[in-house]
């Protein structure tokens, strides 16, 4: 039998924000913002983005990384896919990342946004299966902090 190839994995990231949960959560719903902090970026450029934000509704963004870096010039796909969604409270997505003509890893996510004193807690709790080519957890737990710190 080969050794497999596939490290799972699960992290958790908690943030709190000084805005209520609506405004927290239509971060995540609403096409303009979630492409700005989820999918602009410097070091690719975004070919296409599509997000429809309902049970059952899809996600796809396709981009290419820029010259300079590791990966240059190859696509970059994230097909995401809503499985339930609890408006103010609750996000939960399953997605399929590839890069090149290679799925790298699978995810299933779920999305809490809790009232806080202090506006609002997010809860963002990751699992995954990460296959040759992803970089693994650690620079995917590495890439959500740094999305989740340009939320609002």
């Known amino acids: 039998m080969e050794p497999t190839s596939v490290v799972h994995s699960t992290f958790v990231v908690e943030r709190t924000y000084p805005v209520t949960p609506e405004r927290a959560f239509a971060a995540f719903a609403d096409p303009e913002q979630k492409r700005r902090w989820y999918v602009a970026g410097d070091h690719h450029t975004v070919e296409h983005y599509e997000l ?15 010259e300079g870096t590791p990966l240059a010039g190859k696509p970059w796909i994230n097909d995401t896919g809503y499985l ?11 997605s399929a990342m590839v890069i090149g003509d290679k799925c790298v890893s699978a995810t299933l996510a779920t999305v809490e946004f809790l009232p806080s ?6 809860v963002f709790t990751h699992q995954g299966a990460f296959f040759e080519g992803s970089g693994g957890p650690q620079m995917r737990e590495e890439g959500w902090r740094k999305l989740l710190s340009r939320l609002i």
Request: with cysteine; proline share 3%; aromatic share 10%.
């Open 117 to 122: 004193e202090d506006g609002t807690d997010l």
């Open 84 to 94: 339930d969604i609890v408006p103010d409270r609750r996000i939960v997505f399953a």
């Open 52 to 66: 429809d934000f309902r049970v059952g509704g899809k996600e796809r963004a396709c981009m290419r990384f820029n």
